[in-house]
């Protein structure tokens, strides 16, 4: 398996990707502002960060391998280097349970004072489910793509660079199609996991931090038991410090299959911050009930806050 990293600026596409830029001008980027105090961790605003999430949920359905999942990765891109930054969008094929298909990690790197990176992930796919043909996954994974986005833009913008090189990667192929195996969902993170491993570069990377299902309004972050301990403790005294204490702990209902998992067998300290409770029981999560109305722009800067706060404060090994 071997992949291809792209820009996506082909001659057919061109006037495509200048309506989409054109978009993101009536709503996007903005002015690159200078945010944050020079001496710490910026803040994410989370009326923005909701609305990347509305930009996302609007272009519609976009499981693995479809049309919908080809235009959200050249529309992140878009975003991404209207930023600033100079994205990539790796593009590969894989055999999966359902025949093959395509897939697109977008990947943009913000230099920090240290060379060495911290991969920011999220997956960006949505679930294909047979009695919900519209489902756009307002939460999962609307939310934590329209943050990290929203991230990128802020740390593009801040005053200083960040602590850390940031390797911000929106993941393809998450979901899986019937239950997840070798064959069968976290794709992206597979993939972009065994880069790593091939190029021999895993020193080159201090932590992972993955976000899932971020955006919930009671929002209740869950902690997969294997969550570096490190981590999560600088996670804890973080979200304690910004008086969001309350809103983070354990998941104590079992293991989190997700993107972080081929990062941890990787080697890398990582960190899944994930709402697991989504509705009363879960009962939201993978249903048509994963709609916009049940989002906050106040749980999205609460996580987004944390994330920074925590790369700013992430000790050198």
């Not at 993978?286 to 989002?295: A, Q, V, Y």
């Not at 996580?303 to 920074?308: A, D, K, M, R």
Request: hydrophobic share 40%; glycine share 12%; net charge neutral.
């Amino acid at each position: 398996m071997t992949a291809r990293a792209s820009r996506f600026w082909g001659r057919r596409r061109y006037a495509v990707i200048i309506v989409l830029l054109a978009g993101l001008a009536m709503w996007g980027c903005g002015p690159m502002r200078r945010t944050g105090p020079s001496d710490g961790a910026p803040r994410v605003d989370g009326a923005r960060a909701l609305e990347r999430v509305e930009g996302l949920v609007g272009l519609g359905p976009r499981p693995a391998g479809s049309p919908g999942a080809k235009w959200t990765a050249e529309w992140i891109a878009a975003f991404c280097m209207e930023c600033g930054g100079r994205p990539q969008i790796s593009t590969w094929g894989e055999d999966t349970v359902t025949g093959r298909r395509t897939f697109r990690n977008v990947t943009v790197v913000i230099p920090g004072r240290r060379r060495q990176r911290v991969i920011l992930g999220s997956h960006y796919d949505t679930k294909e489910l047979p009695g919900v043909p519209g489902f756009i996954g307002a939460n999962d994974s609307g939310s934590s793509t329209g943050l990290l986005l929203e991230i990128v833009r802020t740390v593009a913008a801040a005053e200083r660079p960040p602590p850390w090189t940031l390797e911000c990667v929106f993941f393809d192929g998450e979901e899986c199609q019937h239950r997840y195996g070798p064959r069968d969902g976290l794709h992206g993170s597979r993939q972009h996991a065994g880069q790593i491993r091939v190029a021999g570069r895993r020193r080159d990377y201090r932590a992972m931090i993955l976000l899932d299902m971020v955006g919930d309004r009671d929002l209740s972050l869950t902690l997969p038991a294997d969550t570096d301990p490190a981590l999560a403790r600088l996670a804890f005294a973080c979200a304690d410090s910004l008086g969001t204490r309350d809103r983070i702990g354990w998941f104590r209902a079992g293991d989190i299959l997700d993107d972080h998992v081929p990062f941890a067998e990787l080697g890398l300290p990582v960190i899944n911050l994930i709402d697991f409770e989504y509705g009363p029981g879960n009962a939201w999560w993978h249903t048509s009930e994963d709609t916009l109305d049940k989002l906050s722009a106040d749980s999205l800067a609460a996580v987004g806050n944390l994330v920074l706060e925590l790369i700013w404060r992430l000790p050198a090994r």
